[in-house]
Every structure is written in structure tokens, then in C-alpha cells.
């Protein structure tokens, strides 16, 4: 009987073949790579624009706003307490002011700024001037023009942490260190203002970031109210 003998022969592959098909793989990853990339920056692009567009919604709610409150100066307003208006006014314009059927007080306006007071708080006279007070504050700092810078950066880059941190951080000092200067300033009581942002916050709705509003967020109200009676 004849026996056949079989023997495995080992071909080594050319190396270009290896080469090619390495680079053939290394360049699908990255091409991968940059469609993934291309999409995220799409979707990104894309809510940075909408939420820019709702800034500049938000702006033109505003003028309408305007154009349908009954405005006065604020000088002339019969429940102000004068005092208070004169610490302020070295460094204050005329400021306007009007009621509305609005849950929380608020101050907007770019040249003239416009503080709007809920109608369910404009006859009580210590409650009236102590919003008065608040709003003097971030109008004298002008905080009512650097929101329209905020809301823009937050519209562009609030996606990422450390944008979205440092917005939410500056907010929160703007408000107490406000609280701060009412209090000290123009002698009020620490225990009538956080009973106002308390029973403010309660009754406040959704407003524009536009807005100034007494009760920016209700994350930092323990935080303002602890700060006050420190």
C-alpha cells in the first residue's frame, strides 16, 4: 500500500498587503472619527443658534412689554421713599417704572432701564420700597445690561460645565452680595426682606433671562436667606 505524506506549507504575506489592509482599517476609524465629530459639532451649532434665537424672541417680548406698560418715572412715584432714591441716584439714570399682572418684580431695558412691580404688591408701602431698594442695586451696577451678555454667552457655550458653572456661580454672588447691599445700605430689616423673597418666590413664575427678577432661581433662595442673617 502506498502512503501519501501531506506537509502544511507556511506562505508568508507579502508586507504591502499587511500595510494595506492596516491602512485601510486606520482610515475607515478615521473617517469614524470625523463623522462622529461632525455630527456632535452639528448638533451643538444647532441648539447654540436656537437658543440664541429665544434670546433674541426674548428681547423682542420685551419691547412689546414695554409698549403696553403705563410707564412713570420712578422719581415721581408717590409710594417711594425719596431716601432711598437719592442714595442711588448718584450713580443711577432716570429709571421708569410700572406695575403688571407679573408674579415677581423684575427690571429690564438696555438705555432706560424699567422696573415692573406685581399689582398685588404696589400698595403696601414698605414692601414697594424695599423691591425698589433691590432693583436700584442691580440697576446702579448694571447688572440689567450684562444679563443680555450672559444670556448670550449661556446661549453659545452653555453646554459645557465649566461655562454653565461659572454662569450659575456669578448669578448667585450677584444676588447675595445685592441682598447684602439692600440690607446695609438702605437699613432694612433681614428678617422683612427674606420674608419678601420667601413669599415672592412662591408666587413667581417663569420669566425671560432677560429679566432682573427678585427671585432669580429658587436653587440659591436658602442660600440668600442663610447669607442674610449671617
Same mark, same amino acid.
Request: aromatic residues 4%; proline residues 2%.
Given at each position: 500500500a502506498s502512503t501519501s505524506n501531506f506537509y502544511m506549507v507556511s506562505v508568508p504575506i507579502p508586507n504591502f498587503v499587511i500595510s494595506a489592509q492596516s491602512a485601510s482599517i486606520n482610515?475607515?476609524?478615521?473617517?469614524?472619527?470625523?463623522?462622529?465629530?461632525? +455630527?456632535?459639532?452639528?448638533?451643538?451649532?444647532?441648539?447654540a443658534l436656537l437658543k440664541t434665537a429665544i434670546v433674541f424672541k426674548d428681547l423682542?417680548? +420685551?419691547?412689546?412689554?414695554?409698549?403696553?406698560?403705563?410707564? &412713570?418715572?420712578l422719581r415721581n412715584h408717590s409710594m417711594l421713599n425719596t431716601r432711598n432714591y437719592k442714595a442711588a441716584s448718584e450713580s443711577t439714570s432716570d429709571v421708569l417704572i410700572a406695575t403688571a399682572n407679573v408674579g415677581t418684580p423684575f427690571t429690564f431695558g438696555w438705555f432706560t432701564p424699567i422696573i415692573?412691580?406685581?399689582?398685588?404688591?404696589?400698595?403696601n408701602h414698605s414692601t414697594f420700597n424695599l423691591i425698589?431698594?433691590?432693583?436700584?442695586?442691580?440697576?446702579?451696577?448694571?447688572?440689567?445690561? +450684562?444679563?443680555?451678555?450672559l444670556s448670550l454667552i449661556k446661549a453659545l457655550l452653555g453646554f459645557h460645565p465649566l461655562v454653565s458653572y461659572l454662569l450659575h456661580q456669578i448669578n448667585d454672588f450677584r444676588e447675595t452680595s445685592c441682598d447684602q447691599e439692600v440690607i446695609t445700605e438702605f437699613q432694612a430689616s433681614p428678617a422683612q426682606y427674606a420674608k419678601l423673597i420667601?413669599?415672592?418666590?412662591?408666587?413667581?413664575?417663569?420669566?425671560?433671562?432677560? &429679566?432682573?427678577?427678585?427671585?432669580?432661581?429658587?436653587?440659591?433662595?436658602k442660600k440668600r436667606i442663610q447669607t442674610m442673617s449671617m
Open positions: 482610515a475607515t476609524s478615521l473617517l469614524n472619527l470625523h463623522s462622529v465629530i461632525a +455630527l456632535v459639532t452639528s448638533i451643538l451649532i444647532g441648539i423682542l417680548s +420685551l419691547r412689546n412689554l414695554r409698549q403696553k406698560l403705563h410707564l &412713570q418715572w415692573v412691580i406685581p399689582n398685588h404688591l404696589q400698595n425698589v431698594a433691590h432693583e436700584l442695586v442691580h440697576i446702579r451696577r448694571h447688572d440689567y445690561r +450684562l444679563n443680555l451678555v420667601f413669599s415672592v418666590s412662591q408666587a413667581s413664575g417663569p420669566h425671560s433671562n432677560l &429679566q432682573i427678577a427678585l427671585t432669580e432661581q429658587s436653587s440659591n433662595l
